[in-house]
């Protein structure tokens, strides 16, 4: 029996490995949040205009959102047509109306907590009418009920930018309850979709009127109570901007 030698042995076994390798890496995992669509079939489309399938998304509604963890190979698909994923997580991402009336935000809501943060991504943020937003909370308590409420006062005067575009200032606010004491985490991260479409629609008529073809605005949040506790101390975003749909 003869006996390989060694360094021939390492490179064969080297040259195999690498193959392995080479058929692992056509795809790559992603996370991306999406919208169900149910025309012409059932998919999510994500944020970034692509179409995934999965046997996994069976009885999921048209119009819920998700993030989505799956393996694709996305770089070499076409966008717009469908992709069969292999899906790896789902999470729910909750979806909330836009409030049809705006609340007063001298006061301080029943059950009222404070954000740490909020934040808006510039760009794949807005989708199928429904505005992605994160936000961070110091504390999150077992088993309680959370509220977002978004809203807009349309009697308030609009800030401008520095190029004399009108601002459109968003509040957010949350409330909580039927918590336990027991805190579930801290600085999470929480993804919320909110409803647009009523709000760019008014929006949009004024904006258009005045040549404009996209609708610019910032969120603020109630980050920190005042000195003696009786008001909010708000923050508040970046300006973020929204294009407004073309006629269809």
Known sequence: MKHIPLYILLAFLSAAAFSCMGDNESTTVYQRLGVVQDNPAQTIQTVDGYFITSPAFAGMQAGECYRVDFNAMLPDFPQGTVYDA????????????????FTDTSLILPDEVRLKSVKIHKQNNFLDGRLFVYTTRDSFFL????????????????????????????????????????????????????????????????????????????????????????????SVTDTFSLRIASPR
């Open 86 to 101: 292999e899906v790896l997580r789902i999470d729910t991402v909750p979806v909330w109306p836009f409030a049809n009336a």
């Open 143 to 234: 088993h309680e009920t959370t509220l977002y409420g978004l809203s807009y006062n349309w009697d308030e005067a609009k800030d401008r930018d520095a190029n004399g575009n009108y601002v459109y200032d968003l509040f957010l606010r949350l409330t909580q309850a039927d918590g336990t004491d027991t805190i579930r985490s801290a600085n999470t991260l929480y993804t919320n979709a909110f409803i647009l479409e009523e709000f760019l629609q008014r929006a949009a008529v004024k904006e258009q009127s005045a040549g404009k073809d996209s609708v610019i605005m910032r969120m603020n949040y109630a980050k920190a109570y005042n000195r003696d506790s009786t008001a909010w101390t708000w």
